[in-house]
């Protein structure tokens, strides 16, 4: 497989004209590109690529001084010009990087064209990387699938938005040392701030022309040595990456919605496979206060920041907002932010639950799969009742309540606000669980729970209750 890099660069910047000829040290920033993405060894050509506009003429003397090659493709459709300009150097694959990164990492470059050729990916990327230091390999076949499947083309300068989908491509995600694991601070250049930090970056490593400086040193230098360096660009805003529809997209027409809460291994997981699966709703964004996860994409879907940043950060056309977490704390604390902010509240409903026509729900409610309330039952906002659980006659379940999968409960039970069931509890009839309690997985409640108290055991007890029991059982095995 022959694989060669292809430089995404283009004059016109809203934010930073003409950014990629700007100096720092001296040395225009596509020049320190260049230098630096020549210094990997297995890329078998470098091409820089840029469109057909005329003030993009200028970057042919920056490809001829730096003696790579050159292509200018069509100005708004980036990845038909990419794949013209795969096909006229005779790559199979690409790695992209993108012209306002100056500390693209050489390192990575070759660790993650290798590790494309051994998974046979389709593609392959690094993101966990600070910001502007990582890079994507792309088979040309994968472009050339994405361009046909892509609902506008002209959207294709979103190229990562597109390849980002795991129904469609075979995606190779390499690890880090968990030491370079800084995708919170931004190395990438969009306004004279992160301009600005380049060049006391360059200052202080680029001690000698032609030196490269390996991203562990720039870390170190952020991290260890001179942390108030961040601080120079560390409230710009970055832009999340759209999400992007391939053609006959079942979801292309239903409502735009944004999930709080972004963890794949926890309930958003099971909320956006019901969501998916039964083409529900389409989901533009994700918002999670882990910043780890911030300016990435989960299943072709864009972590767009913290729940705080919602209002500078909301995609055009939202009409929604559901929060997939279990936990009750921060669920609870999501919906007073976005009642606030006057954000609408969606539910999801698991196609197979069983609603009576008695029963009345509240806002941001989640009904999972086999899930079955009878006569008059009350559910209020912020609840979450998962698989299989069934709530009787004349029940009624309180706000930010949490109900685990297999949980069953009898007639007229009152389940307050902010309680936890665990997997598999049964509550007989006319009995209250008060605010803020846990149940146990497998209790069996036969009486009420007092507000904050912890329970489990059949019949149900108090935690300590449980202790006490357990001290005397050894004490008598000690006599």
Do not use: W
Not at 50 to 76: K, M
Not at 347 to 352: A, E, K, L, M, S
Not at 434 to 457: H, I, R
Request: glycine fraction near 8%; aromatic fraction near 6%.
């Amino acid at each position: 497989m022959r694989v060669g890099i292809l430089i995404a660069c283009r004059m016109k910047s809203q934010r930073l004209p003409q950014k990629a000829l700007l100096p720092i040290v001296g040395k225009p920033l596509i020049d320190h590109l260049i230098e630096r993405v020549k210094s990997a060894k297995v890329p078998e050509g470098i091409v820089l690529c840029t469109s057909t506009h005329p003030d993009d003429a200028v970057l042919e003397e920056v490809a001829q001084r730096n003696a790579i090659g050159f292509f200018r493709g069509s100005e708004e459709d980036v990845m038909g010009r990419f794949i013209a300009a795969a096909e006229k150097f005779g790559f199979d694959a690409v790695v992209r990087v993108t012209g306002d990164n100056p500390l693209t990492d050489p390192e990575h470059i070759d660790l993650l064209i290798k590790s494309h050729i051994e998974t046979s990916a389709d593609f392959s990327k690094v993101e966990q990387l600070p910001l502007g230091a990582n890079c994507e390999v792309i088979s040309l076949s994968t472009l050339r699938k994405a361009h046909t499947l892509a609902d506008d083309p002209n959207l294709s300068e979103y190229m990562t938005a597109y390849l980002k989908q795991p129904k469609y491509f075979n995606i190779n995600l390499l690890e880090v040392d968990p030491y370079l694991k800084h995708p919170q601070i931004r190395l990438t250049v969009d306004v004279k701030e992160d301009l600005q930090l380049m060049e006391e970056i360059y200052r202080r490593l680029y001690t000698e022309p032609g030196k490269i400086f390996s991203i562990r040193q720039v870390v170190e230098l952020l991290t260890q040595r001179e942390p108030e360096l961040l601080k120079i660009n560390q409230k710009v805003p970055e832009r999340a990456l759209p999400k992007i529809l391939m053609k006959g997209d079942p979801i292309a027409d239903k409502p735009k919605i944004v999930l709080c809460g972004a963890r794949m291994d926890a309930h958003a997981g099971v909320v956006l496979q019901i969501i998916e699966e039964y083409a529900l709703y389409n989901v533009v964004g994700f918002v999670d206060d882990d910043v780890r996860l911030h300016n990435t994409m989960i299943q072709g879907i864009p972590v767009l920041g913290s729940i705080d940043e919602l209002p500078q950060k909301i995609p055009a056309g939202t009409t929604g907002f559901f929060i997939c977490s279990g936990n009750n704390e921060f669920r609870e604390r999501c919906y007073h932010f976005l009642k606030k902010q006057h954000y609408k509240l969606i539910n999801v409903i698991h196609p197979t639950a069983h609603l009576s026509s008695t029963t009345v729900l509240g806002e941001g409610v989640f009904i999972g799969a086999h899930v079955v309330t009878t006569n008059k039952v009350h559910i209020g906002n912020g609840v979450l009742l998962n698989t299989a659980c069934t709530i009787d006659h004349d029940n009624v379940v309180e706000d930010f309540v949490n109900i685990s999968p297999g949980c069953h409960t009898s007639g007229r039970v009152k389940i307050k606000r902010g309680t936890f069931l665990g997997t598999g509890v049964s509550i007989l009839p006319d009995i209250t669980i008060y605010e803020y309690a846990l149940v146990g997985a497998g209790a069996v409640v036969t009486k009420d729970v007092p507000p904050q108290t912890t329970v489990a055991g059949v019949p149900a007890v108090p935690l300590e209750h449980i202790a006490l029991l357990k001290r005397g059982e050894n004490s008598g095995q000690r006599h």
